[in-house]
Protein backbone atom coordinates (compact mmCIF):
# COMPACT_ATOMS: atom_id res chain seq x y z
CA UNK A 1 0.00 0.00 0.00
CA UNK A 2 0.95 3.74 -0.24
CA UNK A 3 2.53 3.89 -3.95
CA UNK A 4 1.73 7.44 -5.54
CA UNK A 5 2.80 7.88 -8.68
CA UNK A 6 2.81 11.50 -9.86
CA UNK A 7 2.98 12.48 -13.61
CA UNK A 8 3.13 16.05 -15.28
CA UNK A 9 3.84 16.97 -18.47
CA UNK A 10 2.38 19.40 -21.01
CA UNK A 11 -0.72 18.92 -22.91
CA UNK A 12 -0.78 15.98 -25.32
CA UNK A 13 2.54 14.76 -23.96
CA UNK A 14 0.69 11.62 -23.31
CA UNK A 15 -0.16 11.90 -18.98
CA UNK A 16 -3.85 10.03 -19.20
CA UNK A 17 -2.91 7.06 -21.32
CA UNK A 18 0.31 6.57 -19.76
CA UNK A 19 -1.03 6.69 -16.51
CA UNK A 20 -4.07 4.50 -17.29
CA UNK A 21 -1.70 1.98 -18.55
CA UNK A 22 0.64 2.23 -15.04
CA UNK A 23 -2.42 2.13 -12.84
CA UNK A 24 -4.39 -1.03 -14.93
CA UNK A 25 -0.51 -2.93 -15.10
CA UNK A 26 0.30 -2.10 -11.47
CA UNK A 27 -3.79 -2.48 -10.27
CA UNK A 28 -3.69 1.29 -9.10
CA UNK A 29 -6.56 3.93 -9.06
CA UNK A 30 -6.25 6.41 -12.01
CA UNK A 31 -7.25 10.26 -10.80
CA UNK A 32 -7.11 12.83 -13.91
CA UNK A 33 -6.48 16.31 -12.25
CA UNK A 34 -6.99 18.33 -15.74
CA UNK A 35 -10.43 16.55 -15.76
CA UNK A 36 -11.09 18.44 -12.09
CA UNK A 37 -10.14 22.18 -13.50
CA UNK A 38 -11.97 21.23 -16.58
CA UNK A 39 -15.67 20.58 -14.84
CA UNK A 40 -14.68 23.50 -12.71
CA UNK A 41 -14.62 25.46 -16.06
CA UNK A 42 -17.68 24.14 -17.42
CA UNK A 43 -19.69 25.05 -14.07
CA UNK A 44 -18.19 28.70 -14.46
CA UNK A 45 -19.13 28.95 -18.11
CA UNK A 46 -22.79 27.39 -17.26
CA UNK A 47 -22.97 30.00 -14.82
CA UNK A 48 -22.52 32.74 -16.90
CA UNK A 49 -19.01 34.15 -15.20
CA UNK A 50 -16.68 36.40 -17.13
CA UNK A 51 -14.02 34.33 -16.90
CA UNK A 52 -11.83 37.58 -16.83
CA UNK A 53 -12.58 38.48 -13.85
CA UNK A 54 -10.75 36.51 -11.31
CA UNK A 55 -12.55 37.86 -7.99
CA UNK A 56 -16.10 36.54 -9.39
CA UNK A 57 -14.40 32.51 -10.30
CA UNK A 58 -12.86 32.84 -6.57
CA UNK A 59 -16.18 33.89 -5.09
CA UNK A 60 -18.21 31.06 -6.78
CA UNK A 61 -15.50 28.46 -6.91
CA UNK A 62 -16.60 26.34 -3.65
CA UNK A 63 -20.19 26.05 -5.01
CA UNK A 64 -20.02 22.92 -7.42
CA UNK A 65 -19.70 19.71 -5.93
CA UNK A 66 -16.94 17.90 -8.27
CA UNK A 67 -16.41 13.82 -7.84
CA UNK A 68 -14.30 12.17 -9.72
CA UNK A 69 -14.13 8.15 -10.43
CA UNK A 70 -10.59 6.67 -10.18
CA UNK A 71 -11.25 3.21 -11.82
CA UNK A 72 -8.41 3.04 -14.70
CA UNK A 73 -10.72 1.16 -17.00
CA UNK A 74 -13.87 3.57 -16.85
CA UNK A 75 -13.04 7.07 -15.18
CA UNK A 76 -15.88 9.45 -14.54
CA UNK A 77 -16.31 12.71 -13.63
CA UNK A 78 -19.39 14.36 -12.04
CA UNK A 79 -20.59 17.84 -11.35
CA UNK A 80 -23.81 18.24 -9.07
CA UNK A 81 -24.74 15.08 -9.97
CA UNK A 82 -24.30 15.15 -14.28
CA UNK A 83 -21.84 13.59 -16.21
CA UNK A 84 -19.75 15.88 -17.52
CA UNK A 85 -17.03 13.69 -19.57
CA UNK A 86 -18.34 14.64 -22.68
CA UNK A 87 -18.23 18.59 -22.26
CA UNK A 88 -15.67 19.09 -20.70
CA UNK A 89 -13.61 18.37 -23.55
CA UNK A 90 -15.62 20.82 -25.67
CA UNK A 91 -13.13 23.41 -27.81
CA UNK A 92 -14.80 26.31 -25.46
CA UNK A 93 -13.76 24.41 -22.06
CA UNK A 94 -10.24 23.65 -23.38
CA UNK A 95 -9.26 27.45 -23.80
CA UNK A 96 -10.66 29.07 -20.92
CA UNK A 97 -9.66 26.19 -18.44
CA UNK A 98 -5.92 27.98 -18.22
CA UNK A 99 -7.58 30.97 -16.57
CA UNK A 100 -10.03 29.33 -14.42
CA UNK A 101 -7.04 26.65 -13.25
CA UNK A 102 -4.82 30.57 -12.94
CA UNK A 103 -6.63 31.63 -9.79
CA UNK A 104 -5.75 30.42 -6.65
CA UNK A 105 -8.27 29.67 -4.97
CA UNK A 106 -9.84 27.27 -7.88
CA UNK A 107 -6.25 25.54 -7.32
CA UNK A 108 -6.65 25.48 -3.26
CA UNK A 109 -9.90 24.12 -3.23
CA UNK A 110 -8.73 21.53 -6.11
CA UNK A 111 -5.74 20.97 -4.80
CA UNK A 112 -7.57 19.93 -0.96
CA UNK A 113 -9.85 17.76 -2.66
CA UNK A 114 -7.34 15.70 -4.81
CA UNK A 115 -5.14 14.99 -1.58
CA UNK A 116 -8.43 13.62 0.03
CA UNK A 117 -8.81 10.87 -2.90
CA UNK A 118 -5.13 10.10 -2.88
CA UNK A 119 -5.65 9.48 0.59
CA UNK A 120 -3.50 6.20 1.24
CA UNK A 121 -1.90 6.15 -1.85
CA UNK A 122 -2.42 3.22 -4.48
CA UNK A 123 -2.36 5.64 -7.04
CA UNK A 124 -1.47 7.07 -10.24
CA UNK A 125 -2.03 10.80 -10.72
CA UNK A 126 -1.60 13.16 -13.72
CA UNK A 127 -1.98 16.85 -14.23
CA UNK A 128 0.61 19.89 -14.47
CA UNK A 129 1.39 20.42 -10.40
CA UNK A 130 1.61 16.60 -8.83
CA UNK A 131 5.11 15.98 -8.16
CA UNK A 132 5.61 19.90 -7.19
CA UNK A 133 2.44 20.57 -5.11
CA UNK A 134 -0.18 17.70 -4.68
CA UNK A 135 2.21 15.07 -3.77
CA UNK A 136 5.51 16.06 -3.54
CA UNK A 137 6.29 12.97 -0.83
CA UNK A 138 5.17 11.02 -4.26
CA UNK A 139 6.99 7.00 -4.55
CA UNK A 140 7.88 8.02 -8.53
CA UNK A 141 7.72 11.02 -9.84
CA UNK A 142 7.45 11.04 -13.86
CA UNK A 143 7.42 14.43 -16.69
CA UNK A 144 6.07 13.30 -19.51
CA UNK A 145 7.89 15.76 -22.72
CA UNK A 146 7.51 15.23 -25.95
CA UNK A 147 8.02 17.80 -29.69
CA UNK A 148 5.28 20.32 -29.70
CA UNK A 149 4.45 18.60 -33.40
CA UNK A 150 4.20 15.20 -31.94
CA UNK A 151 1.92 16.51 -29.18
CA UNK A 152 -0.09 18.38 -31.68
CA UNK A 153 -0.07 15.09 -33.99
CA UNK A 154 -1.82 13.34 -31.69
CA UNK A 155 -4.55 15.72 -30.16
CA UNK A 156 -5.46 16.43 -33.78
CA UNK A 157 -5.43 12.55 -34.32
CA UNK A 158 -8.17 12.29 -31.80
CA UNK A 159 -10.16 15.60 -32.39
CA UNK A 160 -12.50 15.41 -35.58
CA UNK A 161 -12.84 18.54 -37.60
CA UNK A 162 -9.05 20.16 -36.65
CA UNK A 163 -5.83 21.00 -38.24
CA UNK A 164 -2.46 19.96 -36.74
CA UNK A 165 -1.10 23.67 -36.95
CA UNK A 166 -4.47 24.81 -35.29
CA UNK A 167 -3.86 22.28 -32.62
CA UNK A 168 0.01 23.29 -32.12
CA UNK A 169 -0.81 27.23 -32.00
CA UNK A 170 -3.65 26.19 -28.96
CA UNK A 171 -1.73 23.77 -27.53
CA UNK A 172 1.01 26.39 -27.31
CA UNK A 173 -1.04 29.16 -25.85
CA UNK A 174 -1.78 26.68 -23.03
CA UNK A 175 1.41 25.66 -22.92
CA UNK A 176 2.47 29.21 -21.90
CA UNK A 177 -0.47 30.19 -19.80
CA UNK A 178 0.30 26.75 -17.80
CA UNK A 179 4.31 27.40 -17.38
CA UNK A 180 3.78 31.47 -16.86
CA UNK A 181 0.99 31.61 -14.21
CA UNK A 182 2.05 32.94 -10.78
CA UNK A 183 0.43 30.08 -9.11
CA UNK A 184 1.92 26.80 -9.13
CA UNK A 185 3.04 27.03 -12.48
CA UNK A 186 3.71 23.52 -14.56
CA UNK A 187 7.55 22.29 -14.03
CA UNK A 188 9.85 19.51 -13.01
CA UNK A 189 9.32 18.89 -9.40
CA UNK A 190 13.05 17.74 -7.56
CA UNK A 191 13.53 14.44 -8.15
CA UNK A 192 10.95 13.69 -11.77
CA UNK A 193 12.35 11.31 -13.94
CA UNK A 194 11.70 13.09 -17.56
CA UNK A 195 10.91 10.74 -20.34
CA UNK A 196 10.77 12.66 -23.64
CA UNK A 197 7.99 10.25 -25.41
CA UNK A 198 8.42 12.04 -29.17
CA UNK A 199 9.88 8.55 -30.86
CA UNK A 200 8.54 5.90 -28.07
CA UNK A 201 5.14 3.66 -28.37
CA UNK A 202 2.35 4.11 -25.79
CA UNK A 203 3.57 0.89 -24.60
CA UNK A 204 7.50 1.76 -24.43
CA UNK A 205 6.56 4.73 -22.36
CA UNK A 206 4.19 2.51 -20.03
CA UNK A 207 7.47 -0.13 -19.37
CA UNK A 208 10.03 2.69 -18.87
CA UNK A 209 7.34 4.63 -16.30
CA UNK A 210 6.63 0.86 -14.68
CA UNK A 211 10.76 0.60 -14.44
CA UNK A 212 10.86 3.81 -12.85
CA UNK A 213 8.13 3.09 -10.38
CA UNK A 214 9.97 -0.83 -9.71
CA UNK A 215 13.75 0.86 -9.05
P1 LIG B 1 -2.16 14.09 -22.21
O1 LIG B 1 -2.99 13.44 -21.15
O2 LIG B 1 -0.75 14.38 -21.78
O3 LIG B 1 -2.82 15.28 -22.83
P2 LIG B 1 -2.93 11.77 -23.79
O4 LIG B 1 -2.58 10.59 -22.99
O5 LIG B 1 -4.36 12.21 -23.83
O6 LIG B 1 -2.00 13.02 -23.39
O7 LIG B 1 -2.40 11.49 -25.26
C1 LIG B 1 -2.87 12.20 -26.39
C2 LIG B 1 -2.99 11.24 -27.58
O8 LIG B 1 -1.70 10.78 -27.98
C3 LIG B 1 -3.82 10.00 -27.29
O9 LIG B 1 -4.60 9.74 -28.44
C4 LIG B 1 -2.79 8.91 -27.09
O10 LIG B 1 -3.27 7.66 -27.46
C5 LIG B 1 -1.66 9.37 -27.97
N1 LIG B 1 -0.34 9.00 -27.41
C6 LIG B 1 0.07 9.14 -26.13
N2 LIG B 1 1.35 8.72 -25.97
C7 LIG B 1 1.75 8.31 -27.20
C8 LIG B 1 2.98 7.78 -27.71
N3 LIG B 1 4.06 7.59 -26.95
N4 LIG B 1 3.04 7.50 -29.00
C9 LIG B 1 1.99 7.71 -29.79
N5 LIG B 1 0.79 8.22 -29.38
C10 LIG B 1 0.67 8.51 -28.10
O1 LIG C 1 -6.27 17.72 -22.13
P1 LIG C 1 -4.91 18.11 -21.70
O2 LIG C 1 -4.01 16.96 -21.41
O3 LIG C 1 -4.29 19.06 -22.62
O4 LIG C 1 -5.07 18.93 -20.34
P2 LIG C 1 -5.71 18.45 -18.98
O5 LIG C 1 -4.79 17.53 -18.26
O6 LIG C 1 -7.11 18.01 -19.19
O7 LIG C 1 -5.70 19.84 -18.16
C1 LIG C 1 -6.47 20.93 -18.59
C2 LIG C 1 -5.94 22.19 -17.96
O8 LIG C 1 -6.15 22.15 -16.54
C3 LIG C 1 -4.45 22.48 -18.12
O9 LIG C 1 -4.16 23.13 -19.35
C4 LIG C 1 -4.17 23.38 -16.91
O10 LIG C 1 -4.55 24.72 -17.17
C5 LIG C 1 -5.11 22.83 -15.86
N1 LIG C 1 -4.47 21.91 -14.90
C6 LIG C 1 -3.76 22.46 -13.85
O11 LIG C 1 -3.59 23.67 -13.79
N2 LIG C 1 -3.23 21.66 -12.88
C7 LIG C 1 -3.40 20.33 -12.95
N3 LIG C 1 -2.90 19.57 -11.98
C8 LIG C 1 -4.11 19.76 -14.02
C9 LIG C 1 -4.62 20.57 -15.00
Request: proline share 4%; charged share 25%; hydrophobic share 45%.
Amino acid sequence: GGLVVAMDGPSGSGKSSVSRGVARALGLRYLDTGAMYRAMTWWMLQQGLDLADPAALAARCGEPAITSGTDPDAPTIHVDGSDVAGPIRSTEVTAAVSAVAAVPEVRARLVAMQREIIGAGDIVVEGRDIGTVVAPDATAKIYLTASAEARAQRRSAELAGTTVEAQQAAMARRDTLDSTRKTDPLSMADGAVELDTTSLTLDEVIDAVLGVVKE
